[in-house]
Structure formats: structure tokens, C-alpha cells
């Protein structure tokens, strides 16, 4: 980075709070929401109660960040926002970000303290897993991403994979949420999709697809742990995406249950980060992830390390990319073996 670069990075971190407060605001006060088609800055701000000169200022920032347009003193989402900032919006990423902004910034405030103080104390107080609200969070926020972002990219790779037309069952391992699995249900009326993930969870996306469309009936689900519980056999596809984190003994060790798994000719596709330069890229990870792992947290990969694993595991044949992603680039890494996998 040249030096002129450098500096114009610095003065630009001034900016990244407000901006990030600006669409807090936003979503707080019900801004976006009224927002869908154009409004008049000063009636808006009648509407709610606010100060109309104040309104107008935060109006007209969000139009420099790009958000809304303005014209005649009126303002609306731009066409390519509004999907990503409007309530009704499927695809809003209201409780995804604020959600992911009260992961990643809790302790900001106090990060040179975390540091003086010697080591950075983990997070020690357990949640109640008994408590159905915390498992119900949980996937509400997953839910979120996927809807907003992480379904369409995931979906992408999946279905460039030379196995997608002749996939049958698909095991989704760690699901988090219905979304993906009802996107491909939805795909391709040949599917069957399994979603597998703590008993805790399952209820919550049961409820889920009890509600949705006619290619629900072809997404079940399985609770359980994936380092004990049976996973199924017959797999053709065994999808993973950001959840190998827990894996005990060692990934190796599920690794090779997931393979088990697959049917012949099935193939085991993880969507997970890659850190490289000795843990000092990609920065969406590597700083996005930074208050979690000072907490106790540092669980991110490796670039490589889960190939060597697939290896280990008893795959033969892995193939290894890197994909941009909204929320930070992904290694996709594509497992197989000659003999179809399922038995040693």
C-alpha cells in the first residue's frame, strides 16, 4: 500500500462509525421503512416526532453514503438499497446487522483495557441452553444472513459443482436455518434435502417449514451432535459452510464420518474462511472477527488446513478455490474420493 493510500485508509476510518450509526439510526427509528418510495425530509421527520433540520442532515448523509436518492427535496431508497434496508424486504439485513455489529463490537470500547490487562479474559458466563429464547435468537439470526446474503452465495457454488444434476440427497451439516435448504428444495424438485443441527435449534426451523411452500415436504430434519450422532448414508452431497469450528476430538475425526457418509460418486463441499500471511488476511476476517477471538473466540482456518484434513480423512481427490462473498471471501474446498467414499 503506498503512502498516500495509507493516509487516505486512516482519515477514511474516521468515517466507518458514522456511517455504521447512520444506518443504525436508520433502521431505529424506522427511517428505511418509510422510505420505499419518495418522501418529503421535513413531513418525515413531522411524522415521527424528530427535529426536521436534524432529519434532513441524516437524510442527506445517507444519500452520500449512497442509500437514498433525493430529488425536489424528496427522499427514497435507491433501487439497488432497498432490498437490503426495507422491513418488508425478504432479503433485509436489518437483524443480521445489528446482530453481527453486537457480536463483533461488544468490548470495543474497552479494547487497550483487554490488553493492559494482560491476557484478554474469555467469555465465561454460559447461556441457558434450557432458556427455548436462546436457541430461538440463534437461528432468527442465522436466519437473517441467509436470507440477506449467505443462501445466494452458498447456492452459487452448489450448483456449479459438475455433481448438481445429478444430485438426490443432500445433507446440509450445521444448517443454522431452513433457508438454504429450502432454496435448493425449491431448485430443483428432485432434491431431498436433510438439515442437520443442535436438537436445541431444530424445533425453531421445523416451525419454519411448517410454514413455507409445497418444497418443504421435501426438507427434513435431524437433531443431534455431529461429532456422535449419525449423520445418514446415501449423501450425494454433504454441504458444510462455516461450522466445523466445534469439531471434537479434531476435524479430522468428523471429517471421516462426513465421508462415510456419501453415497458413491457423493461429494463434501466446506464453505469456511481462509486466513493467510500468518493470520494476517483477509481483513474482513481477520479484523471482523477480532473482539470474538480476543474473548476466547480465535476459531477462524487457516487457508490449507482443512484440505490437509480432507486428505487425512481419506478423501483423494480435493479441490480448492477461493469466492468473493459480500461478508468476506470463502474457501471452498471440494472433497471426493475414487472409490465414493463410504467405507474405508
Same mark, same amino acid.
Request: hydrophobic fraction near 45%; charge should be negative.
Given at each position: 500500500?503506498?503512502?498516500?493510500?495509507?493516509?487516505?485508509?486512516?482519515?477514511?476510518?474516521?468515517?466507518?462509525?458514522?456511517?455504521?450509526?447512520?444506518?443504525?439510526?436508520?433502521?431505529?427509528?424506522?427511517?428505511?421503512?418509510?422510505?420505499?418510495?419518495?418522501?418529503?425530509?421535513?413531513?418525515?421527520?413531522?411524522?415521527?416526532?424528530?427535529?426536521?433540520?436534524?432529519?434532513?442532515?441524516?437524510?442527506?448523509?445517507?444519500?452520500?453514503?449512497?442509500?437514498?436518492?433525493?430529488?425536489?427535496?424528496?427522499?427514497?431508497?435507491?433501487?439497488?438499497?432497498?432490498?437490503?434496508?426495507?422491513?418488508?424486504?425478504?432479503?433485509?439485513?436489518?437483524?443480521?446487522?445489528?446482530?453481527?455489529?453486537? !457480536?463483533?463490537?461488544?468490548?470495543?470500547?474497552?479494547? %487497550? #483495557? @483487554?490488553?493492559? &490487562? =494482560? /491476557? *484478554?479474559? $474469555?467469555?465465561?458466563?454460559?447461556?441457558?441452553?434450557?432458556?427455548?429464547?436462546?436457541?430461538?435468537?440463534?437461528?432468527?439470526?442465522?436466519?437473517?444472513?441467509?436470507?440477506?446474503?449467505?443462501?445466494?452465495?452458498?447456492?452459487?457454488?452448489?450448483?456449479?459443482?459438475?455433481?448438481?444434476?445429478?444430485?438426490?440427497?443432500?445433507?446440509?451439516?450445521?444448517?443454522?436455518?431452513?433457508?438454504?435448504?429450502?432454496?435448493?428444495?425449491?431448485?430443483?424438485?428432485?432434491?431431498?434435502?436433510?438439515?442437520?443441527? !443442535?436438537?436445541?435449534?431444530?424445533?425453531?426451523?421445523? %416451525? #419454519? @417449514?411448517?410454514? &413455507? =411452500? /409445497? *418444497?418443504? $415436504?421435501?426438507?427434513?430434519?435431524?437433531?443431534?451432535?455431529?461429532?456422535?450422532?449419525?449423520?445418514?448414508?446415501?449423501?450425494?452431497?454433504?454441504?458444510?459452510?462455516?461450522?466445523?469450528?466445534?469439531?471434537?476430538?479434531?476435524?479430522?475425526?468428523?471429517?471421516?464420518?462426513?465421508?462415510?457418509?456419501?453415497?458413491?460418486?457423493?461429494?463434501?463441499?466446506?464453505?469456511?474462511?481462509?486466513?493467510?500471511?500468518?493470520?494476517?488476511?483477509?481483513?474482513?476476517?481477520?479484523?471482523?472477527?477480532?473482539?470474538?477471538?480476543?474473548?476466547?473466540?480465535?476459531?477462524?482456518?487457516?487457508?490449507?488446513?482443512?484440505?490437509? /484434513?480432507?486428505? $487425512?480423512?481419506?478423501?483423494?481427490?480435493?479441490?480448492?478455490?477461493?469466492?468473493?462473498?459480500?461478508?468476506?471471501?470463502?474457501?471452498?474446498?471440494?472433497?471426493?474420493?475414487?472409490?465414493?467414499?463410504?467405507?474405508?
Amino acid at each position: 500500500m503506498s503512502s498516500s493510500a495509507v493516509a487516505a485508509m486512516l482519515c477514511d476510518l474516521l468515517q466507518g462509525p458514522i456511517r455504521w450509526q447512520l444506518v443504525a439510526c436508520g433502521f431505529e427509528l424506522g427511517l428505511f421503512a418509510r422510505l420505499e418510495s419518495p418522501r418529503d425530509g421535513a413531513a418525515l421527520a413531522t411524522e415521527l416526532g424528530l427535529d426536521p433540520t436534524r432529519v434532513t442532515l441524516v437524510l442527506d448523509a445517507l444519500c452520500a453514503m449512497g442509500l437514498l436518492d433525493k430529488a425536489g427535496g424528496r427522499y427514497a431508497l435507491t433501487t439497488a438499497s432497498a432490498p437490503y434496508l426495507h422491513d418488508a424486504s425478504p432479503r433485509c439485513m436489518r437483524a443480521m446487522l445489528l446482530g453481527m455489529a453486537r !457480536l463483533r463490537h461488544q468490548g470495543l470500547d474497552r479494547l %487497550a #483495557a @483487554l490488553l493492559r &490487562a =494482560g /491476557a *484478554a479474559p $474469555a467469555d465465561t458466563a454460559m447461556p441457558d441452553l434450557t432458556d427455548p429464547d436462546y436457541w430461538a435468537r440463534g437461528v432468527a439470526g442465522l436466519r437473517a444472513f441467509h436470507r440477506a446474503l449467505g443462501a445466494e452465495e452458498m447456492l452459487a457454488v452448489i450448483t456449479a459443482l459438475p455433481e448438481w444434476p445429478r444430485l438426490r440427497r443432500v445433507l446440509d451439516l450445521g444448517a443454522g436455518s431452513e433457508v438454504l435448504g429450502l432454496a435448493l428444495a425449491e431448485r430443483a424438485e428432485r432434491l431431498r434435502v436433510t438439515l442437520f443441527d !443442535l436438537p436445541g435449534n431444530i424445533p425453531h426451523i421445523s %416451525a #419454519a @417449514l411448517a410454514e &413455507a =411452500g /409445497a *418444497a418443504a $415436504a421435501r426438507v427434513e430434519t435431524r437433531g443431534g451432535d455431529y461429532n456422535h450422532d449419525a449423520l445418514g448414508e446415501g449423501h450425494d452431497l454433504v454441504w458444510s459452510a462455516m461450522t466445523l469450528y466445534y469439531a471434537a476430538p479434531d476435524v479430522v475425526t468428523l471429517l471421516r464420518r462426513v465421508r462415510r457418509s456419501l453415497a458413491p460418486g457423493g461429494v463434501f463441499v466446506s464453505y469456511h474462511e481462509g486466513l493467510e500471511g500468518a493470520r494476517t488476511a483477509p481483513e474482513a476476517h481477520v479484523v471482523g472477527r477480532l473482539l470474538p477471538a480476543l474473548r476466547g473466540q480465535d476459531l477462524s482456518f487457516d487457508r490449507g488446513v482443512l484440505v490437509e /484434513a480432507l486428505f $487425512a480423512a481419506g478423501f483423494d481427490q480435493v479441490e480448492s478455490r477461493c469466492v468473493p462473498a459480500a461478508f468476506g471471501p470463502m474457501q471452498v474446498d471440494i472433497a471426493r474420493c475414487r472409490n465414493g467414499g463410504g467405507r474405508d
